[in-house]
């Protein structure tokens, strides 16, 4: 069994600047994470795809986020970033270790861990970070056809659509971004949403283009629909506005509509969760649960969003509040700390 003084289960952005907290005050930390550094990034985002954040407010642990260009970070750009941040600071992050069981014991924390390899491996820990993110499954219709192989729940890279005729649903950011990127990638675009338009909440910067290709043809869109039922040959749109169902012969289909939060280890570590958004319970002040020696970061601590409310920008200040708490000593001086040491 390995032990540490702190383990963080999850190196996304938070779960990493929560570790760079800890480290600055040579806190024996380590971070475990099922995926690459970054996963959510690396495996949700399509190539190429650009932040809605500017990068200032995407750097973690005070590290400047330079991009090409000085536009907004893309996929690419922000997971060298934080291959970068990682590096710098000498972060240990072991990659596509998987936690799969978690328990308190009476002197901290117990993992259990399966590599890529499918080897098994123990670690504990006196405290322990949950920065877990809350994208980790993908919604579900819950109708016939959607395991089958020509479906999907994310996009992917657009090329491979090319000549194909590809059904979109959902009315959201990466639904409508996914439409106008299969259009230009060559694709005969079809796009199924619940609303009677595109959602005016859609930013700026994709919906009056996707109105355009919309009105000028280009793509087809079926508002006020839903997926019925899908088969290898065709998906069956249900109208919601009580028109006939739509036959539609689809080569591709992607279900863009959402991601959830998995609640497994925090079940396993008997959080109480939100019976809602399943959100664990924690003190605001330190990010501790009500287990004590638990804590929560990042989006984690949101449970299922369905607007995003809690997101990069605003929950860099989770880390120096579990720094201050762990360590005993206060964000002010952790700073302090980090700067006198630079200069
Ligand atoms: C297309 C798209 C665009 C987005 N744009 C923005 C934006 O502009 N600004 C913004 O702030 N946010 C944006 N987001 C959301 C952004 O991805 C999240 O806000 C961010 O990743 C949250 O960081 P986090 O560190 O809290 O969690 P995550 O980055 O989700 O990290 C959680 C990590 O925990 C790991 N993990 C989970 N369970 C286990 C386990 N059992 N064992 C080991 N590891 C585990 C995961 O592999 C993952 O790496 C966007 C999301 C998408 C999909």
């Not at 380590?30 to 190429?48: E, K, M, R, Y």
């Not at 355009?212 to 919601?240: C, F, K, M, N, W």
């Amino acid at each position: 069994m390995e032990h540490h003084d702190t383990i963080v289960i999850g190196a996304g952005p938070i779960g990493l600047e929560t570790a760079a907290g800890l480290l600055a005050h040579e806190h024996s930390t380590l971070v475990l994470d099922s995926g690459p550094i970054g996963s959510t990034i690396a495996t949700l985002f399509p190539p190429a795809t650009r932040f809605f954040s500017s990068p200032d407010r995407l750097e973690i642990a005070g590290i400047r986020c330079p991009t090409f260009a000085e536009e907004k970070a893309n996929r690419e750009e922000y997971l060298a970033y934080l291959r970068g941040v990682v590096d710098t600071l000498s972060i240990p992050v072991r990659t596509f270790h998987t936690v799969r069981d978690a328990r308190a014991t009476p002197s901290g924390f117990e993992l259990e861990v399966a590599e890529r390899s499918g080897r098994g491996r123990r670690f504990s820990a006196r405290t322990l970070v949950l920065a877990t993110g809350g994208m980790g499954r993908t919604r579900a219709l819950g109708i016939e056809g959607e395991t089958l192989p020509h479906v999907r729940h994310d996009l992917g890279d657009p090329h491979q659509y090319h000549g194909r005729r590809v059904l979109i649903v959902g009315g959201r950011n990466s639904a409508c971004e996914a439409a106008i990127r299969c259009w230009r990638a060559g694709a005969d675009v079809h796009l199924s949403h619940r609303g009677p338009e595109v959602n005016e909440r859609v930013k700026y910067w994709i919906r009056p283009e996707l109105l355009a290709l919309i009105e000028e043809g280009r793509i087809t869109a079926y508002p006020e629909s839903v997926p019925a039922r899908i088969d290898r040959e065709q998906v069956t749109l249900h109208s919601l506005s009580g028109e006939a169902p739509i036959p539609l012969e689809v080569d591709d289909i992607l279900l863009m509509i959402g991601y959830e939060h998995d609640p497994q280890l925090m079940r396993q570590l008997d959080l109480p969760l939100d019976p809602v958004t399943l959100a664990p319970t924690f003190d605001e002040r330190t990010m501790e649960t009500s287990v004590p020696g638990l804590y929560v970061a990042g989006t984690a601590t949101a449970g299922t969003q369905d607007r995003f409310r809690v997101y990069i920008e605003n929950c860099h200040v989770h880390a120096q509040r579990i720094a201050s708490a762990i360590t005993g000593i206060d964000g002010t001086t952790i700073s302090e700390h980090r700067r006198l040491e630079e200069s």
